[in-house]
């Protein structure tokens, strides 16, 4: 069993409609966890950042833990074209120590 | 804030030539780096944690005689992929965490290299 598994999807919705996309988890010790979209041949970039359980918003973007669950959610609203990229989820016990990264979800945004 | 950038973008070379590849960490100190490369349609792989100063620690699999890794400043860390064959053609990604928030990871635009 991996570490971190997340649907490879491709995932494809129309603009405007609401994005869920998931990680599920197997270490009990991550406590960061983080959220990263990826244009085609670019390097990834960091969209969201929370610690341990719970939610963060920042604009059309948030960022939900649930760590009793091992499961971690990304919510897009009002999803735009602009969107259409990897997104990657990413996890670490802190403290320096390594990130474990999903295999990503493959999202297209459909105008 | 937060910026990482890799030199070159791109890069073509003949097989058995040597490729290094640069990040630096242009806004903030890098105590740590991160080396990975992503093959087409796969997630990110971890070749080695890179620590300003000491030797890199390489991820299990990964050469480190082939895959040389420099950490000589708190904003830079340098690859060098020696005698690279066609196989090694890939998506090289590094990565910075900053000496004041030590649990995110930053990253570097990406550098395409391509062996014939």
């Known amino acids: 069993q991996k570490e971190v598994e997340q649907d490879p999807g491709p995932l494809s919705v129309p603009e405007g409609a609401i994005v869920s996309l998931n990680c599920t988890y197997s270490?009990?010790?991550?406590?960061?966890f983080m959220w990263y979209r990826q244009y085609s041949r670019k390097g990834p970039e960091l969209l969201m950042y929370?610690?341990?359980?719970g939610n963060k918003e920042d604009g059309r973007f948030t960022a939900q833990v649930d760590k009793s669950s091992k499961y971690i959610s990304l919510f897009i609203r009002d999803s735009q074209p602009s969107d259409s990229a990897t997104y990657l989820c990413a996890m670490s016990a802190g403290g320096y120590q390594k990130v474990t990264f999903g295999t990503g979800t493959k999202l297209q945004v459909i105008p | 804030g937060a910026v990482v950038s890799q030199h070159p973008s791109w890069v073509i070379c003949k097989s058995g030539t040597s490729v290094k590849i640069e990040c630096r960490s242009l806004?903030?100190?890098?105590?740590?780096m991160f080396w990975y490369r992503q093959f087409p349609k796969q997630s990110l792989m971890l070749m080695a944690t890179?620590?300003?100063?000491?030797?890199?620690?390489?991820e299990q699999g990964v050469e480190k005689d082939k895959f040389l890794i420099n950490h000589a400043s708190l904003t830079l860390s340098t690859l060098t992929v020696t005698s690279a064959h066609p196989e090694d053609s890939s998506f090289y990604i590094c990565?910075?965490?900053?000496?004041?928030?030590?649990?995110?990871?930053?990253f570097g635009p990406g550098t395409r290299l391509t062996v014939l």
């Open positions: 929370t610690y341990s359980s």
């Open positions: 990565s910075a965490m900053s000496r004041d928030n030590p649990d995110t990871q930053y």
């Open positions: 270490n009990s010790a991550f406590q960061y």
């Open positions: 890179s620590n300003e100063g000491s030797k890199a620690t390489y």
């Open positions: 806004d903030f100190q890098a105590t740590t």
